[in-house]
């Protein structure tokens, strides 16, 4: 079974598929300690609300929720980066419905860079508790004011709560959170995370995710979480990311890189849900409408390229260094 908006739609058979998508992610980061995981509530809670997991979105789920010990989690910042339109969303639900109805955490917020966004995830959410019985009993208000959305289960239940917010660079000040989930985190502005970062300080087992398909060279955060994951020492960091690399290729401006965006099993290694929910030819068509260089990160999960830091050789002068630098015995020739 495989998902679509949330309910389960059987998938063809993968002998029968002409291009299946790659369920491992290319690069996979995970602390060195696991003892378990979580992730394995949030699979069977998920199948209990009619929400089947694919199996990329079932590992994916374990690794992120992926315990040190019982109650502790092993990381403090974890994050999944995928294609659109590949079922990202499908993680978030599982893992909120696991950490409200099954680990009982006290506040989890979730948060997205804009009003429809964030709502979009939360109707999902609501109607995936109102059509499971077993859920809806536990809910004591489902709040749909503007700007006041949430969930909250009855204090026989844990009492937890679900806070869903846009980002903002006030966003998220005022109160401490457990569970922090910062949604297209291509688009997070320094200021948001400087409000919703804090929200976690206070917490005895915090956790936040971030969820995003590949940056662009202005989302500050993301460079950063990608450039650390590929760094020799992470530190205690998840990261999973669904891409094809141009480096294999010989390079994103290379003859190579050109034709190889161009064949469907390089789209299958960055789309784990290429063949079952992305049809061939909307990817074809998505070649053709796009430019190349978005096409590579929309489709193909393709980091732009990181913001160039300064340096002192070479790179452009500062106007006074640049004037130290005449000739003043210099003459304009022919």
């Known amino acids: 079974r495989w998902t679509n908006c949330g309910r389960g739609v059987r998938a063809p058979p993968a002998e029968a598929l002409e291009v299946a998508g790659v369920q491992a992610p290319r690069i996979r980061i995970v602390p060195a300690d696991v003892s378990g995981s979580a992730g394995e509530d949030a699979i069977a809670i998920a199948r209990l609300a009619g929400l089947e997991l694919d199996p990329w979105q079932q590992a994916g789920v374990i690794d992120l929720l992926a315990e ?5 989690w092993a990381t403090l910042e974890g994050g999944l980066i995928v294609p659109r339109q590949n079922g990202k969303g499908g993680v978030v639900e599982a893992i909120v419905l696991a950490l409200m109805f099954v680990l009982r955490t006290p506040l989890v917020v979730y948060s997205a860079h804009v009003v429809d966004s964030a709502l979009e995830v939360f109707g999902r959410l609501v109607n995936l508790i109102e059509d499971t019985p077993e859920l809806a009993q536990r809910v004591a208000k489902i709040s749909r004011t503007n700007g ?14 679900l806070k869903v917010i846009a980002r903002s660079k006030a966003g998220g000040r005022g109160f401490s959170a457990d569970v922090v989930i910062l949604d297209e985190a291509m688009i997070l502005d320094r200021r948001a995370v400087a409000a919703l970062m804090p929200t976690l300080s206070a917490r005895p087992n915090p956790l936040l995710l971030a969820f995003s398909s590949a940056g662009f060279t202005d989302s500050s955060y993301l460079q950063r979480l990608h450039a650390r994951a590929l760094s020799a020492d992470p ?9 094809a690399d141009p480096d294999l290729y010989g390079g994103r401006d290379s003859a190579g890189w050109a034709e190889a965006r161009r064949r469907p099993e390089v789209w299958a290694i960055a789309n784990p849900a290429l063949g079952y929910r992305i049809g061939l030819e909307v990817v074809e068509a998505e070649l053709q409408t796009m430019d ?3 096409f590579d990160r929309e489709r193909l999960g393709v980091f732009d390229p990181p913001p160039v830091e300064a340096k002192d050789e070479p790179g452009p002068l500062a106007g006074g260094a640049f004037l130290a630098r005449a000739d003043p015995s210099s003459e304009p020739r022919d």
Do not use: M, V
């Open 68 to 72: 040190r010990a019982p109650g502790r």
């Open 148 to 161: 006041r959305e949430g969930i909250t289960l009855k204090r026989a239940y844990g009492g937890c709560r």
């Open 235 to 243: 530190g205690r960091l998840t990261y999973l990311d669904h891409s």
């Open 292 to 294: 190349p260089t978005d």
